[in-house]
């Protein structure tokens, strides 16, 4: 932020909060906004900086074990499960609490509500193995802490599934998903401790920013990011 007068107070790109469907894909929009003059009053502009049209992530993808889809109902109590298994370290709030909540009709609404559990045209697949059909946890791209043009890829396994490739190989299918939208960048956070994390990133070709947020008692999440070839 510059600060000073009578020039522009404030200048910043501003992703808008709600996307807007297009014909051949959805737009994001980025705006500057700025005050000029000494004081708010004395005027505003708006310029438009740039309008990207993407596609939206497929809501299924398929890899040679796996098959990533949409949420359905019943896939509420194994997606309880996760909530679990989670490490300790991991905010309260992403934890069963003390009373049990979530509950699994508290999951269950959430994926009535949002089959893809993201903002529109994003989505967190649900993963299934091919052979078996069974459920083995998600994988796809959020908002989370980046934005709609740069958003977060994000996974997370049940502990049954660990130790054979699924993580890396969800992934890497929703990375080229992702690239196929037209996204040139893709973001992850992931905090310090969690090093099976960092490894699946590391094989996709991401590496660490120089932004880190700090946190004492859940421990630092350090930002990962991957600019995308374009294809």
Same mark, same amino acid.
């Given at each position: 932020?510059?600060v000073?007068?009578p020039v522009?107070q404030e =200048?910043?790109?501003?992703?808008? =909060?709600?996307?807007?469907?297009?014909?051949?894909?959805?737009?994001?929009?980025?705006?500057? /906004?700025g /005050?000029?003059?000494?004081?708010p009053?004395?005027?505003r502009?708006?310029?438009?900086?740039?309008?990207?049209?993407?596609?939206?992530?497929? &809501?299924?993808?398929?890899?040679?074990r796996l098959?990533?889809?949409?949420w359905?109902? =019943?896939d &509420?109590?194994q997606?309880r499960?996760l909530?679990?298994? $989670?490490?300790?370290?991991v905010?309260?709030? $992403?934890?069963?609490?003390?009373?049990?909540?979530?509950?699994?009709?508290?999951?269950?609404g959430w994926l009535?509500?949002?089959p893809?559990t993201a903002?529109?045209?994003l989505?967190? +697949?649900?993963?299934?193995? $091919?052979?078996?059909g069974?459920? /083995?946890?998600y994988c796809?791209l959020?908002?989370?802490?980046g934005s709609f043009?740069?958003p977060?890829?994000?996974y997370?396994?049940?502990q049954? &599934?660990?130790?054979?490739g699924?993580?890396t190989?969800?992934?890497?299918?929703?990375?080229?998903a992702?690239?196929?939208?037209?996204?040139?960048?893709l973001?992850?956070?992931?905090?310090?401790?969690?090093?099976?994390?960092?490894?699946? +990133?590391?094989?996709?070709?991401?590496h660490? *920013?120089?932004?880190?947020?700090e946190?004492?008692e859940?421990?630092? *999440?350090?930002w990962?990011t991957?600019?995308?070839?374009?294809?």
């Open positions: 932020m510059a000073g007068c522009e =200048s910043r790109p501003t992703p808008l =909060s709600d996307p807007v469907g297009a014909a051949f894909g959805r737009v994001a929009l980025l705006v500057e /906004i /005050i000029t003059g000494d004081r009053a004395a005027g502009w708006v310029r438009l900086v740039e309008m990207r049209t993407y596609e939206d992530l497929p &809501a299924e993808l398929v890899t040679e098959r990533l889809r949409r359905v109902p =019943s &509420a109590e997606f499960g909530w679990f298994e $989670r490490d300790p370290r905010p309260a709030a $992403r934890r069963i609490d003390a009373e049990g909540r979530p509950t699994v009709e508290d999951v269950r009535v509500d949002n893809l903002a529109p045209g989505g967190l +697949l649900a993963i299934e193995l $091919r052979d078996t069974g459920f /083995i946890g796809g959020t908002v989370g802490h043009d740069e977060e890829i994000a997370e396994l049940a049954r &599934a660990h130790g054979h699924y993580a190989e969800a992934a890497r299918a929703v990375l080229e992702a690239i196929r939208t037209g996204r040139r960048r973001w992850a956070t992931v905090r310090e401790w969690n090093t099976p994390s960092f490894r699946v +990133l590391e094989k996709l070709g991401f660490r *920013s120089d932004r880190v947020d946190d004492v859940h421990g630092n *999440s350090i990962m991957r600019v995308l070839d374009p294809r």
